[in-house]
């Protein structure tokens, strides 16, 4: 069975994802600037799994600041499909 993930852009209330961003970065003041500048995406599968913050750092180059997923849902692909993801969009 093909697994169905839904891949969403958070446009609204980014910090509702604080807890799982923490665990990607401790540094609550760089989650908070990251959040200001970058783009924010989040996998469910069908609850929420992973999170990822992206900045555009020029016009070639993209930069993923913070990628985290909940600790008993790691090793199962999920931050490896986000990152496939914000490549190819």
Known sequence: MVPIWKFKKITADKERFMELLLLGDEQ???????????????????????????????????EIKNIATYEKDQGKGYASSMIKYIIEN
């Open 28 to 62: 609550e003041s760089m989650i908070r600037k990251h959040l200001e500048r970058g783009e924010q995406f989040a996998l469910y599968d069908p609850d929420l799994k992973t999170v990822c913050v992206a900045t555009r750092e020029d016009e070639n180059t993209c």
